[in-house]
Each structure stands twice: as C-alpha cells, then as structure tokens.
C-alpha cells in the first residue's frame, strides 16, 4: 500500500489532481502526459495508467488509488496491480498449454519439452505480472507531483 501524505485541504488536493490529470493537457500541451500517465476518476476513486492515450498496452501497471481526508490534511492511498484483462488472458494461455501438455502425454510422447515450455510460460507471466521498483518511482513521482 502507497500512502502519499498532502498538506492540501482535500477540496485543493481533488482540485490539483483534476487539473493536473486534465485532458486539456494532452494533444501536445503536456509532454509528460502525453506520452505516460492515463487516469480516470469517479468520485474519490481513482486508476492511473503508464501508457500511450490510444493504445492499451498490455501488461501496463496499473495503479488504483484513493483520495482521502484525514481531517487536516488529505493523502492519495493506493496500490499496484495489472489490468484484469491480462490476468485472465494469462490464465487462457495457461490452460491452453495444460491441454496441449495432457494431449501430449496422453499419446506417450515424452513430456520434457512440454514441460519445459509451461515452465518457460510461468516464468515469464511471473515476470511480466511484476511491478518492478523503476516503475512504482515514476508513478510516485507522477502522484507527488499532485500532492506537493
């Protein structure tokens, strides 16, 4: 869990997060934008995502975050995570190397080169479901930016 602590009231802090995540910033105003940080916001919920404005990346990291008031001062809680999308077409993938696997196996074939090959595929869904530190910075860094 990511806690960022603003010394903004939660009405500068909302006001500051809309104005910072606004599309008037995009088409070329904003380079930073432009390029990395997508947002949507429904009431004190909020999703921000490391990606190009018109295309899903797939695998982007996907940061789910709250704006909260703690009385005098407001903070952005929130987590990591990937699209849900990319969960379940990984577990498609998953089950559709399983049934190759037992196909294989059921006709006696030896099973090491399958095996290996879901070994391979866990490793690297493993590797591409992770949120590795550098990109957790720029995210945080993107979110101070809001609430300094």
């Known amino acids: 869990m990511i806690i960022l602590k603003s010394n903004k009231s939660y009405d500068l802090l909302s006001k500051t997060f809309d104005e910072r995540t606004s599309e008037a910033r995009f088409a070329g105003n904003d380079e930073l934008l432009d390029d990395i940080f997508i947002t949507h916001r429904s009431g004190d919920k909020f999703t921000v995502v490391r990606k190009a404005k018109s295309i899903r990346e797939p695998f982007a990291t996907v940061f ?24 379940i077409i990984s577990a498609i993938l998953f089950a559709f190397i399983i049934v190759i696997r037992n196909e294989v196996l059921s006709r006696g074939e030896p099973s090491a080169a399958i095996n290996i090959i879901a070994a391979m595929y866990l490793v690297l869904v493993f590797l591409l479901m992770m949120t ?6 720029k995210y ?6 809001i609430t300094e």
């Open 64 to 87: 789910h975050g709250r704006l909260v008031c703690d009385g005098e001062c407001s903070f952005i809680k929130g987590y990591f995570t990937k699209h849900i999308i990319d969960y």
């Open 132 to 137: 590795f530190k550098n990109t957790k910075d």
């Open 140 to 145: 945080i860094d993107f979110l101070k930016d």
